[in-house]
């Protein structure tokens, strides 16, 4: 299968982005921008009787929830003979498994927000997305974005944001430590990032946070060890498949031993380490934002679950995670950006006029002025060519444009191979490692039972 999930000339498009303005806007729902996009009005997508049509989406992005029912009603405002039910899913929720069970039932949601490992999971199932069905994407979304969102050669997704992660740090904090202005730059090995951890710790201030979620660990971190092989998509995605050929051991990944030794020292001076499996996202979010602790193993989607609070610091960076001792080894000094989600349409079990509706508003969603806004105020970076450029982004994402700019960028190309059955199994063995219930030995020989058990 080809799947090219990051192109240089992505990377390019989102620096472009980014420097031209992406992130938290200081206008509301509703308000114009300074790029012309669609009419805020579009077809409405029902019948010639006028009768109501009923749409139902499925979304993955539980920070985000919110934003969603606000956004529908919005829409149900403009076009009162569509009406859109979220089925929202909470942080941490077996979300594959409800997408699943949905399908099963007969109830499968006319349009969803969901990961590249979904699309090629339910393709059969899809609509693709046509110059005809959807002019607007193609009008609009970046070329190199569309690209992302086509899977054996037909676009399946629409893309909505562009994310990175790696270890968030406050720089309020750091900063004071540091009494100047901290160089990320300077964490280019594992003994760099200890020394660093060290000082923190011992101007009284906890280290480092891991989120005790298998998502997290399982669908983020250990993902590295695949997609750290080498730059190019093939390069992880080969990697997974000669562990599941049974010709490559884990444990035999120079670049897994390292990533594994960087995660013990996580686990050391872990904020949870008292109760690693926690994993309550609102107080690990909160403790962040409030400056309980230096650093966060987490992305910038994180922006958009601090934006309401109260009382908190607001400038933030990124530090790589990396996992040897030598500058030079890829991975130590770059961060990991990507398309991570995408909208997706359903044509198995919702009809003609439901599946025109949805395009009509996903159309809205994605290329209205009035309907990006919504995204826009969550902090979220569009990659599409008429968003406004008169935003003020946020601190995280603002960070990951940096490194971006500097072609210092994780391939996470791989990650369409992390389906939500990876992040469950091998997340789960991933928290039995760090709450000391297995060795590092039984984690490789449970990941490498996990893979060889996929077809």
């Given at each position: ?39 805020s009005s579009p ?154 951890f060290e000082k ?116 933030y960076g990124f ?137």
């Open positions: 299968m080809k799947r090219v999930f990051m192109s240089l000339a992505l990377v390019l498009v989102i620096v472009s982005l980014l420097f031209t303005g992406c992130g938290k806007s200081s206008e509301t729902p509703g308000g114009t921008g300074t790029n012309a996009g669609p009419s077809s409405t997508g029902s019948d010639s009787k006028g009768e109501v049509i009923k749409l139902t989406y499925f979304n993955t992005s539980a920070e985000v929830n919110e934003m969603f029912e606000k956004m529908f009603a919005r829409y149900n405002e403009i076009n009162p003979n569509v009406v859109i039910e979220l089925i929202p899913s909470g942080i941490g929720e077996g979300q594959q498994e409800k997408l699943q069970s949905l399908f099963a039932s007969g109830n499968g949601p006319t349009f969803m927000n969901v990961d590249p490992a979904n699309v090629i999971e339910y393709q059969d199932r899809l609509v693709e997305f046509t110059k005809d069905n959807a002019p607007w994407l193609f009008e609009y979304a970046n070329e190199s974005a569309v690209e992302a969102g086509t899977f054996d050669g037909k676009v399946m997704g629409a893309p909505w944001s562009v994310q990175g992660y790696g270890l968030l740090y406050n720089k309020r904090i750091v900063n004071q430590v540091y009494g100047g202005q901290f160089d990320p730059t300077t964490i280019n090995t594992r003994d760099a990032l200890k020394a660093f923190i710790e011992a101007a009284g201030i906890p280290a480092t946070m891991l989120h005790g979620a298998n998502w997290s660990l399982g669908g983020h971190y250990l993902t590295l060890t695949y997609a750290v092989q080498g730059p190019a998509t093939s390069d992880g995605t080969g990697f997974i498949d000669k562990i599941k050929a049974g010709t490559q051991k884990i444990e035999d990944s120079p670049i897994f031993q390292g990533y594994m030794d960087t995660l013990d020292l996580l686990v050391k001076y872990n904020y949870n380490k008292a109760d690693p499996l926690v994993a309550d996202f609102n107080q690990d979010i909160l403790a962040f934002a409030q400056g309980k602790v230096a650093t966060f193993f987490m992305g910038d989607w994180s922006w958009t679950s601090m934006v309401g609070l109260e009382n908190i610091d607001t400038e530090i790589p995670v990396p996992w040897s001792n030598n500058p030079s080894d890829y991975g130590n000094t770059e961060v990991v950006m990507v398309l991570p989600k995408f909208q997706c349409i359903d044509k198995s079990q919702n009809n003609e006029a439901q599946v025109k509706a949805a395009l009509d508003a996903l159309g809205w969603m994605l290329t209205d002025p009035e309907g990006q806004q919504f995204f826009l105020d969550q902090g979220f970076c569009m990659p599409y060519k008429n968003v406004r450029t008169d935003i003020e982004y946020n601190s995280m994402t603002q960070s990951i444009a940096d490194y971006a700019s500097r072609g210092k960028t994780i391939n996470l190309g791989c990650f369409s191979y992390i389906t939500g059955d990876a992040w469950t199994q091998t997340g789960n063995l991933m928290l039995m490692y760090i709450s000391g219930a297995i060795d590092r030995q039984q984690l490789a020989q449970g990941i490498n039972d996990y893979w060889k058990s996929v077809k």
